[in-house]
């Protein structure tokens, strides 16, 4: 009885070898196999080709962008004389929401011509009206030169329209070190004070490209958050104590909460750490409305997260004092004037 079970059970699963052998479905099954095996091979080689031919655009934009010093613009004078008329509060030459153009397939040298009024560094001054705020667009960076090459060549116009007066700071790290984007901010505004008598100092991200120009570039009595409303956040903004993207500060507010912290190496949290410290000082953080500061961010790998940040916020008050622009010692490694922007690396 036993045994002629047995035989049943051998008898059944031969038969259905034998059926799925012939059976259509299976060699399709396999079929589709095979192509998920192949779609995950071609999709990681891709990858790494996507990898390598980034870092040649990145090469080529570097060479592009840093190819011409200031034998290429007019110096800039600060004490020149200038037009004793105030500039109007809202410019006459806005034209309010445009989405920005995000291509890099531009010619640079079709940039210098068109930007050819920016004196050497970067500065601008309105020639018909004298501007109502000294502004300095302090901006950390690495690596990111197809990014400062959309940026550079979106935000001259930009601020131009608002009549501002200002000057764009590029400030880069000595590679050994890791990145640090609250130090960065704190050395581009110790540089850029020395440099001139700014009445605003904006920190701003160079993958951000404001979209409205009705989003002012200027300071007010309370430290301004600017990047509101961001495309990769839908366009709302993700949480009220954000104070990261591009926020604007004067000297005396810079100076009052005494900077960034420089304690956050890698990224995140600098940002949430200025907010505490303008908490702590009972300084609000103004907000212009949601449809105006809008921002398009432009893509990029998300860079690895400092896992000491937590912590960082959370003893950051104590430290405040001692950790911030006032207690920071650097070196300039490298200065230049280039003709749309200032380009520094320091060390430590
Ligand atoms: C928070 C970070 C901030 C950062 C913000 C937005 O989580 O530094 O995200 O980043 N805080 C911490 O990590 C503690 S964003 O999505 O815009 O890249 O600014």
């Not at 935000?155 to 009549?163: A, E, K, S």
């Not at 070196?331 to 003709?339: C, E, N, Q, S």
Request: net charge positive; with cysteine; charged share 25%.
């Amino acid at each position: 009885m036993e045994l002629s079970n047995i035989t049943l059970t051998k008898r059944k699963k031969i038969s259905f070898c034998k059926r799925l052998l012939v059976s259509p479905r299976f060699y399709f099954g396999c079929v589709v196999f095979q192509v998920f095996i192949l779609a995950i091979f071609v999709t990681k080689k891709n990858t790494n080709n996507g990898d390598v031919m980034l870092v040649i655009k990145e090469r080529k934009i570097q060479e592009e962008i840093f190819n011409n010093t200031v034998e290429n613009c007019l110096l800039f004078n600060t004490s020149e004389p200038q037009p004793k008329i105030e500039c109007p509060i809202i410019s006459p030459y806005l034209i309010g929401h445009k989405k920005p153009d995000i291509s890099d397939e531009f010619s640079w040298e079709d940039t210098l011509q068109k930007y050819s009024s920016v004196r050497c560094g970067g500065h601008f001054r309105p020639s018909n009206c004298k501007a109502r705020q000294k502004v300095a667009l302090l901006i950390p960076f690495r690596n990111r030169y197809v990014h400062l090459k959309i940026f550079i060549n979106h935000i001259h116009p930009f601020l131009m329209r608002q009549q501002l007066e200002y000057g764009i700071y590029i400030i880069d790290l000595d590679d050994e070190i890791q990145f640090n984007r609250g130090l960065l901010l704190n050395v581009a505004f110790l540089e850029a004070s020395k440099e001139y008598d700014y009445d605003c100092y904006i920190f701003h991200d160079v993958d951000l490209l404001p979209e409205n120009d009705y989003n002012f570039y200027r300071c007010s009595d309370l430290p301004r958050h600017m990047s509101v409303a961001v495309d990769k956040h839908n366009y709302k903004l993700p949480y009220v104590e954000l104070f990261g993207g591009v926020s604007a500060m004067t000297k005396d507010q810079i100076l009052f909460v005494n900077g960034f912290s420089n304690k956050y190496s890698g990224w995140g949290g600098e940002d949430d750490d200025m907010y505490n410290r303008l908490e702590f000082y009972h300084m609000t953080v103004f907000r212009s409305m949601e449809d105006i500061s809008r921002y398009t961010m432009l893509k990029h790998a998300q860079s690895p997260p400092n896992p000491n940040r937590f912590k960082l916020k959370s003893t950051g008050m104590k430290r405040l004092r001692q950790d911030g622009v006032k207690n920071l010692k650097y070196k300039i490694m490298k200065r230049t004037d280039y003709p749309l922007f200032t380009y520094m690396k320091i060390t430590l």
